[in-house]
């Protein structure tokens, strides 16, 4: 059973930084592309970043190019989303999913997610 | 701000089937089959219902399908279920190596 478990959520003030991880189970972590998707309070899905499955390929929302960074270290099985110079807006439930860029344009499996919320 | 278009809100009474349409441009659901279809109940974790337009994942029920028309994809359930009340959303590649999300259609089941 493919599970995914997020953590590194909480409060922040903006201009912080932090660190989402997402550790998987139940699947060959290294064959999959992985993702990062939000929700901010009252809106809709958000794409955020995706990586490819060797992690040599990012691609990043225009919007956050430049402040978040997608990342995964296959050998310890962990995905990760550092989040630099946080703003109000970046308030949002983060989702880690398998799938998006490059292979499978899609998100299959979902995290139950984690909640940041960034305010002064 | 989202580069695909949903309708607000769509109802129909258990039994009856209803189409939500997510439009988009030549650069993105006209020229790629990566258009995919979520279900969100709120509280819960978004749930992928379709995938590359019309192929549906081992745990969606078959009453749900999909489609697409030029710049326009649709999301079709059959045989209304109370169950079925939630956001749906759609999403497709943009050829940009990025994705987008359409804003999320409100299903209500009467």
């Known amino acids: 059973e493919v599970q995914l478990w997020e953590s590194g959520g909480g409060s922040f003030q903006p201009g912080e930084s932090l660190r989402l991880s997402c550790t998987p189970s139940?699947?060959?972590?290294?064959?999959?592309?992985m993702s990062w998707v939000r929700q901010s309070p009252g809106q809709g899905l958000e794409w955020v970043a995706s990586?490819?499955?060797?992690?040599?390929?990012?691609d990043t929302a225009d919007s956050l190019k430049g402040r978040f960074t997608i990342s995964r270290d296959n050998s310890k099985r962990i995905l990760s989303l550092q989040m630099n110079s946080l703003r109000v807006d970046d308030t949002a439930v983060y989702y880690c999913?398998?799938?998006?860029?490059?292979?499978?344009?899609?998100?299959?499996?979902w995290g139950q997610g984690t909640r940041v919320s960034v305010s002064s | 701000q989202s580069a695909l278009t949903q309708p607000a809100s769509v109802s129909g009474s258990p039994g009856q089937s209803i189409t939500i349409s997510c439009t988009g441009t030549?650069?993105?659901?006209?020229?790629?089959?990566?258009v995919s279809w979520y279900q969100h109940h709120p509280g819960q974790v978004p749930k992928l219902i379709i995938y590359?337009?019309?192929n549906r994942p081992s745990w969606a029920s078959g009453r749900f399908s999909g489609s697409r028309s030029g710049n326009t994809a649709s999301l079709t359930i059959s045989g209304l279920q109370p169950e079925d009340e939630a956001d749906y959303y759609c999403?497709?590649?943009?050829?940009?190596?990025?994705?987008?999300f359409g804003p999320g259609t409100k299903l209500t089941v009467l």
């Open positions: 990586i490819s499955g060797s992690g040599d390929k990012t």
């Open positions: 999403a497709s590649f943009t050829g940009r190596n990025t994705l987008v």
């Open positions: 030549s650069n993105d659901i006209g020229a790629y089959t990566f």
């Open positions: 999913t398998t799938g998006g860029t490059p292979s499978r344009r899609f998100f299959d499996f």
């Open positions: 590359d337009v019309s």
């Open positions: 139940g699947f060959t972590f290294s064959t999959f592309a």
